[in-house]
């Protein structure tokens, strides 16, 4: 079972190029979502979505943008890299405990990505 | 809107010895709060969470948290610690629902042989 497997696992980028991040996770679950790690700064949320075909903004939602194609993948793209996008971003999925209302989130392996 | 408070960025405890790692929150309700371990270079493992009823939880590895809502805080404890639980420590909090977990900023353990 893999759980939640992000692509690629190391990126450099030059400014102003763009790419994607595809997150895959197989254990079923209705939610998913994108943080960034900065030093320093713990994990911050870019975007989630609550199903397929659904995004919500996040806490850092700027200058990224999320698809929802399919209840197993979450994209994470970025169409003009900028040197502030240099990060450690990490995928999660999770699901709603019955009865608790919280939601426990799995994480993948991570995504390092540099802009110069 | 709710928040995580991590007062130590660094800790430095001898193996065998005990550790405490602090976390205070703030949140208008019931939270649901959490902590996580990241080995370098790796993803973020849950190590307990606290949703309802008992205020101590225990978690894998040995470690336990204790729910206090008088301090709003959630310390994660272990007895004795191992060269191999030298990671960085996160909090985080939910309000419940879908929206995610807020995370503190985190707390860099280091072993001491």
């Known amino acids: 079972n893999a759980g939640v497997t992000q692509t690629p696992k190391f990126r450099v980028l030059k400014t102003g190029q763009s790419m994607t991040l595809l997150c895959a996770q197989d254990?079923?679950?209705?939610?998913m979502y994108w943080y960034r790690q900065d030093p320093g700064m713990g994990l911050r949320l870019i975007h989630y979505?609550?199903?397929?075909?659904?995004?919500a903004k996040g806490e850092v939602p700027d200058g990224y943008n999320v698809s929802r194609l399919k209840k197993q993948n979450f994209l994470l793209g970025l169409e003009s890299a900028a040197p502030s996008q240099t990060s450690v971003y990490f995928c999660?999925?999770?699901?709603?405990?019955?009865?608790?209302?919280?939601?426990?989130?799995?994480f993948g392996a991570g995504s390092r990505l540099t802009v110069l | 809107a709710q928040s995580v408070t991590q007062p130590d960025i660094h800790i430095t405890v001898s193996e065998g010895a005990s550790l405490e790692l602090r976390c205070n929150y703030s949140?208008?309700?019931?939270?649901?709060l959490f902590w996580y371990v990241q080995s370098p270079g790796q993803g973020l493992q849950l190590l307990l969470k606290?949703?309802?009823?008992?205020?101590l939880v225990q978690g894998i590895k040995g470690f336990e948290a204790e729910f206090k809502r008088s301090q709003s805080s959630f310390n994660l404890r272990k007895p004795s610690v191992h060269w191999s639980d030298a990671a960085e420590y996160f909090c985080a909090v939910s309000g419940g629902g879908a929206d995610g977990l807020t995370f503190g900023k985190g707390t860099h353990l280091i072993i001491q042989p």
């Open positions: 949140y208008g309700a019931t939270p649901y």
């Open positions: 254990m079923n679950h209705e939610y």
């Open positions: 999660a999925s999770s699901y709603l405990w019955q009865g608790a209302g919280a939601n426990v989130l799995t």
């Open positions: 606290y949703f309802s009823g008992d205020t």
């Open positions: 979505s609550v199903g397929e075909g659904t995004t």
